[in-house]
Antibody, heavy 119, light 107 residues
Framework: QLQLQESGPGLVMPSETLSLNCTVSGGSISNSSNYWGWIRQPPGKGLEWIGTVHYRGSTFYNPSLTSRITISLDTSRNQLSLRLSSVAAADTALYYC???????????WGQGTLVTVSS | DIQMTQSPSSVSASVGDRVTITCRASRNVNAWLAWYQHKPGTAPELLINRASSLESRVPSRFSGSGSGTDFTLTITNLQPEDSATYFCQQTDTIPLTFGGGTKVQIK
């Protein structure tokens, strides 16, 4: 059974870069049927799609974040990564790693990892 | 961005009841709509894709309908394990956007 596990620092200083990894187990990240992405949920707020990537190179980013984000795949490690630069308190959120169907519905989610931006 | 508006924000119902949750899109999304169930401390789960297509492991008491801008998630014969937050998501247009969620509580 395929599983997703997010990892990364729980605390990031303002203006720095948030880096998260997602390890995919039980299946290959190179499966051509799937896309992979990140979603976040700030405390007490709704879900926000961050971006999506396919192992063949297609990327789709939320326009509100595109200038600050990089999402990439490491097929050798079977990992998905997120880099979000110049973070501020508004970037404090629970970050989810997700698998996406070709329809772009999210058919598998990680448990999420809480990232707090604070000095 | 396409705004997704869910109602009600919360509902309390008894075991065996029928619960209906609506999701309205600010623009036509055709049938590109998904529904999810989220229980505290767990990962969200995809229930329904393309407005009405039930995921394989999801009980048949869950159903989805609608197209265009108005969609409905219906839970018939509500069970205790259905206590959760349900949210919709449009998969039609980038950026992908979500409804605010509906909390279903069991009386």
């Amino acid at each position: 059974q395929l599983q997703l596990q997010e990892s990364g620092p729980g605390l990031v200083m303002p203006s720095e870069t948030l880096s998260l990894n997602c390890t995919v187990s039980g299946g290959s990240i190179s499966n051509s049927s799937n896309y992979w992405g990140w979603i976040r949920q700030p405390p007490g707020k709704g879900l926000e799609w961050i971006g999506t990537v396919h192992y063949r190179g297609s990327t789709f980013y939320n326009p509100s974040l595109t200038s600050r984000i990089t999402i990439s795949l490491d097929t050798s490690r079977n990992q998905l990564s997120l880099r979000l630069s110049s973070v501020a308190a508004a970037d404090t959120a629970l970050y989810y790693c997700v698998r996406q169907e070709p329809t772009f519905a999210f058919d598998l989610w990680g448990q999420g990892t809480l990232v707090t931006v604070s000095s | 961005d396409i705004q997704m508006t869910q109602s009600p924000s919360s509902v309390s119902a008894s075991v065996g009841d029928r619960v209906t949750i609506t999701c309205r899109a600010s623009r036509n999304v055709n049938a590109w709509l998904a529904w999810y169930q989220h229980k505290p401390g767990t990962a969200p789960e995809l229930l329904i894709n393309r407005a009405s297509s039930l995921e394989s492991r999801v009980p048949s008491r869950f159903s989805g309908s609608g197209s265009g801008t108005d969609f409905t998630l219906t839970i018939t014969n509500l069970q205790p394990e259905d206590s959760a937050t349900y949210f919709c998501q449009q998969t039609d247009t980038i950026p992908l956007t979500f409804g605010g969620g509906t909390k279903v509580q069991i009386k």
